[in-house]
């Protein structure tokens, strides 16, 4: 039985509704319950981790999360070596031939697997090579997925669901192969089970397993020269999807083309006939058969018999029904609808691919300091800024025109966790002719260069081109006053770059004029409080370096000389006699990961980070300037930084966080925040079917309250 993958307008396959259709009747046994209630069901016992070894001494992942349909009696969970005599990890190199479409509706990320496998750099950092089933085999696997700007390992268990002996969901064609069928698995865990890969989008596929930046284009609105479009951005390196959403599910058309489904484009070129040039595509469908059957088809197409033999040589065509295929240019156009470029910032080492160089900034709208809202509000100048020069122009382009190309990038994080989902967008506007940013004034009289539209969309990207110059790109939401995490991706040609806009104070407060925008607090204030609490950047590192240790690291004790001193020298003076050592304590182990109680220089950026955005928040609702907030500013306080607290939660933080006067001290505040933050992203890390109820092993539970 086929599974399937449907496709909508706007973008790459989500899935089919049709769940049920893998449950049925063939699928039944017995075995399938009897391992979950043994394996999973109960957990792991409470003098194990929970990532931990079952009694054959090899690793069980206990909290995997089992869905509905590997629980069916018939389904068997094994182990490679269960499975075939002698199973490899690899088998002759991972290739976009090794993925079979199982039972699972996901071949959006299949099509994803195989772009990613074209790109040998990104698969060994995606899939480790050295892995296998005989040395150090422990029944334990590991993958890497980029995540909001970081690679993230995910490690799983080699369990994997049969019936029959058979893998039920992706396989490879060497049946003793098994690195395709644990990244699968791998990937299913990040997102919350097999089910979760039932629905989904290749784009965020590519991106999750490339970290570059992916778009979503029209066949019918790019260049009527394909090849010369398609050409530069694979020469970059880029992974290309495709599909057609105009038909039935998965229908075939009369020429072997499936609706709605995903297919990789891997490569164009000019092949030369005896009748002249003509320009091709080459496809891969991830199901690994249902190709193309009209001309220059593998099986069918007579075109071929005009090629000599080294140029199908050259092209690798292959007379079989292995899933890949070549088509004209012209035939493309008329069999698919939709193209998804990932365009990719890294590439193999002596690789000819020429990247996109990327600069990345993390950000964020608190209420009420950097939540503008759209550009017809009266409060858009809220919004961040970023200063970004553009001075090296393409050296690709065929007219005479100096002009120079990038792509932008805004990716809302954590909202789906947190079940709320922002409309965002970005508008690139030029810069002032003195300043790196923009004042309200200087806003009210210009209008955006460029600009996508508003988007739910976890990423929103702006591909275009401009002439050199200087310019202010501003993220932003749909409505003001809208809280949210955001990273902005700046990709160029190497030389061009991006930072964020500096807001002199003098200069930003004398810009507004009475009574021109809504009254808030915060225009009284610098764009980013902080500025006047605590030391730049470059000083902070500074700061570091004097209270590291001679290896590099920062314990509590340091941290709290360091932080002393950081915070006597600002409008916060004062506020240090309040900071204990506790608090420093608390701080280091929530941000360490490695549980050794020290911060290394990238822990101690992230811990900085945090305490510039919390000291914004901080200094906008100390409203009477005591250095400490009232406690019915509290809650407040916790939603500007993205915490919704209930009574119950307020009335502990009354009794555990507070001063004798029921305020909150600067320090506390950090403290309080830093704490919230940790626990809530630990709650979701195990809770990861979403269920609002986690399962704790002894050990665990002693961890994390004796520890944290």
């Not at 993925?99 to 959006?108: F, N, T, V």
């Not at 939603?639 to 555990?656: E, P, S, T």
């Amino acid at each position: 039985m086929r599974r399937s993958s449907r496709l909508s307008s706007s973008s790459f396959p989500p899935l089919d509704d049709d769940v049920d259709s893998v449950c049925s009747d063939e699928l039944l046994g017995s075995q399938s319950r009897l391992w979950l209630r043994d394996m999973r069901a109960r957990g792991p016992p409470a003098d194990r981790e929970v990532n931990s070894v079952g009694s054959d001494g090899l690793y069980v992942d206990y909290y995997f999360p089992v869905g509905e349909l590997e629980m069916q009696p018939a389904v068997k969970w094994k182990r490679p070596k269960e499975i075939c005599s002698s199973p490899q990890f690899i088998v002759d190199g991972a290739t976009r031939l090794d993925i079979c479409q199982g039972k699972l509706c996901d071949c959006w990320f299949l099509s994803a697997i195989a772009s990613l496998s074209m790109n040998r750099s990104l698969l060994n950092k995606v899939v480790p090579q050295a892995q296998s089933f005989q040395n150090g085999y422990n029944g334990c696997f590991t993958f890497r997925f980029w995540q909001y700007g970081q690679w993230e390992e995910v490690i799983v268990d080699d369990l994997l669901p049969t019936v029959d002996n058979k893998l039920i969901y992706l396989s490879s064609h060497d049946t003793n192969e098994f690195w395709s069928s644990l990244l699968e698995k791998a990937y299913a865990k990040l997102k919350g089970g097999y089910r979760a890969l039932d629905m989904g989008f290749s784009h965020e596929a590519m991106v999750d397993m490339t970290g570059g930046v992916a778009e979503m284009l029209h066949v019918s609105l790019l260049p009527k020269d394909l090849p010369a479009y398609l050409g530069p951005l694979l020469s970059k390196g880029a992974l290309i999807n495709c599909a057609n959403s105009q038909g039935d599910l998965e229908k075939r058309t009369n020429q072997g083309i499936l609706f709605r489904h995903a297919y990789s484009l891997t490569a164009v070129d000019r092949v030369k006939t005896n009748n002249g040039y003509v320009d091709l595509v080459r496809i891969l469908n991830p199901w690994g058969n249902t190709e193309w059957e009209g001309a220059w088809s593998d099986t069918k197409g007579s075109e071929w018999n005009t090629v000599s033999a080294e140029e199908k040589k050259r092209l690798k065509s292959v007379s079989c029904d292995d899933g890949e295929f070549w088509m004209s240019v012209s035939d493309f156009r008329q069999n698919f609808e939709l193209v998804e470029v990932c365009h990719l910032t890294e590439c193999e080492p002596g690789s000819s691919v020429m990247p996109w160089s990327c600069v990345m900034h993390n950000g964020n709208w608190v209420p009420n300091i950097s939540a503008g809202g759209p550009p017809e509000g009266a409060l858009f100048w809220q919004n961040p800024q970023f200063y970004f020069i553009l001075s090296e122009v393409d050296s690709s382009r065929a007219d005479s025109q100096k002009m120079c190309s990038f792509v932008l990038a805004l990716m809302q994080k954590y909202q789906r966790r947190r079940g709320i989902i922002l409309s965002i967008a970005l508008h690139v506007y030029p810069a002032h002719p003195k300043n790196t940013y923009l004042s309200p004034e200087d806003l009210n009289g210009l209008r955006p260069l460029l600009y996508t539209e508003y988007s739910s969309r976890r990423e929103v990207v702006l591909v275009g081109s401009l002439p050199p110059g200087r310019y202010i790109i501003i993220p932003s939401t749909y409505e003001p006053n809208q809280e949210g995490f955001f990273l902005l991706r700046v990709l160029t040609e190497p030389g061009n770059t991006a930072a964020p806009a500096q807001k002199p104070v003098p200069e930003y407060i004398s810009s507004i004029k009475e009574g021109s925008f809504t009254p808030c607090y915060f225009l009284l204030q610098p764009t980013y409080p902080h500025q006047l609490a605590l030391p730049s950047s470059s000083s902070i590192r500074q700061l570091f370096e004097k209270h590291c240790n001679t290896e590099g690291f920062c314990s509590p004790v340091r941290l709290h000389n360091l932080l002393t001193e950081a915070i006597k020298g600002g409008v916060l003076a004062g506020s240090e006699k309040k900071l204990v050592l506790e608090h420093c304590k608390s701080l280091v182990v929530l941000m360490n990961s490695q549980d050794i109680a020290r911060l290394n220089w990238p822990e101690f950026q992230g811990l900085w980070n945090k305490i510039k955005r919390w000291t914004d928040i901080f200094l906008v609702f100390d409203k009477n300037k005591t250095q400490h907030i009232e406690y019915e500013e509290v809650t407040a306080a916790l939603k500007a930084a993205g915490i919704m607290v209930d009574n119950f939660v307020l009335q502990l933080v009354g009794l555990r966080y507070t001063e004798p006067d029921l305020t909150i001290s600067y320090p506390g505040f950090l403290y309080l925040l830093m704490k919230l933050e940790t626990m809530i992203h630990k709650f979701h890390s195990y809770d990861v079917m979403g269920m609002g109820a986690i399962r704790l092993s002894y050990k665990q539970w002693l961890q994390m309250t004796m520890y944290n």
